[in-house]
């Protein structure tokens, strides 16, 4: 397939099959990196949902109780998201890309460095 502009080519894009594997792939190995955070918003989700049935059913020591546990729940989350924030590079993924010094860009002359 053709471009428009001097006969380049133009880039296909991936079936809507290569793009579903694509997202499957990454949520999985951001699954494998991070197994705790999936843990902990499920049970905050539980958590929420059994308030909000203790509520209907008018149980304010279990909705009070299932409150509570959906803090607990969250906090657990988010030290579990800075936890394995600050473990993934032990596991190998890179997740800042460091830019290439050597580009034009991000040398100084040799006026700025005074």
Not at 17 to 26: A, D, P, S, W, Y
Not at 31 to 54: D, K, R, Y
Request: proline share 8%.
């Amino acid at each position: 397939m053709e471009g428009k502009a001097e006969g380049t080519p133009v880039p296909e894009t991936p079936s809507g099959e290569i793009r579903r594997k694509r997202v499957r792939q990454g949520f999985l190995e951001k699954l494998w990196a991070e197994p705790l955070v999936p843990i902990g918003a499920a049970v905050t989700t539980l958590c929420l949902f059994g308030a909000m049935n203790a509520f209907r059913k008018k149980d304010p020591y279990r909705m009070n109780t299932m409150m509570k546990g959906r803090v607990g729940a969250q906090a657990f989350t988010v030290l579990a998201m800075c936890g394995g924030v600050g473990m993934l590079p032990a596991l190998g993924f890179d997740w800042v890309p460091k830019p290439d010094r050597s580009d034009a860009r991000f040398k100084r002359s040799e006026d700025e460095s005074r």
